[in-house]
């Protein structure tokens, strides 16, 4: 793998529901690792291949990059690692619909229409699909997310600039601090991106040391990785729908309702009593893209209830990429610069 920032890299270039998820096709061979969590460690440890997709000048903060890589179980097809502008989650919804839309339209999977089914290996878990298809493109991608729960109902926390304040913790493939939109004076409208950033920044970096959190099933999992602000819920056409926008380190709005965000919406409903089996909540996002979420199933994950969710949206290839590895670029890592690449808490 020591070599691999030498070689020509080829992208594929998409978003879901308007949040970059680039897609790397060729031109990196597969990490070391037993595990496509181990894999996706040794990227997040390394930094090179990060630092060289996501940093200027061949990156930017807006954008996710994934690497396809062989499935560890012999149930995928794919296997992919998702790299964040922060982070290597384990997890990510939006991401998740890039890759299949992905795979399927540049035909590295066979596309079947009306409808294609196969199987993605995500670090945090196998990742069933089931992609709607005409005329050659991926018109929705419903992915059947890993097992999903609330963690910690109305907690206290003392948030500096805003005191106390009440948030909900849980896990949708990836980990979640909830708090109400509402309460704390937001519309969710676009120009309000900034400053909640800057709120969602000190209440993520609060919940973290007040409260943690912690995977029941893997040691590796955790820490509060996000915070999300949910508008209030309301029927629209019979389907429960609500606004929300979840803020990614080191400081932006997804523009996607966010997939592993849905799920735990989902999952905080789900222990509340207010949406059951079979039932469904429809989000958007703060530039008004949508997902919709629906519950599979209710399962057991240790010693508490966890649910399967259904998460459906769509995504869109845009282009073609290639990144060329130079040796005299004084830069072949990128950089990273405080107007554009924000520091949070």
Known sequence: MGAYLEDTIELVECHAAGEVGHVIVAGVPAPPGDTLWEQSRWIAADGRLRNRVLNEPRGGVYQHVNLLVPPISPQAQYGYIIMEPEDTPPMSGSNTICVATVLLERGLLPMTEPQTQFTLEAPGGLVSIVADCRAGRVTRVSLFNVASF??????????DGLGTIVVDTAYGGDSFAVVSARDLGFDLRPDEARELCEVGGRIRSAVQEQCGFQHPDNADIGGISFCLFAGPTALEDGLPTSRNATIVRPGKVDRSPTGTGLSAR???????????VGESLRTRSIIDSEFTGRIEEAVNLRDRTAIIPRVAGRAWVTGRRELFGINDDPWPEGYRLSDTWPRMP
């Not at 609330?150 to 003392?158: G, H, N, Q, T, Y």
């Not at 999952?267 to 059951?276: K, P």
Request: aromatic share 0%.
């Open 150 to 159: 609330a963690d910690r109902l109305d907690v206290p926390v003392e948030v």
């Open 266 to 276: 989902m999952a905080l409903m789900h222990a509340r009593g207010q949406l059951g």
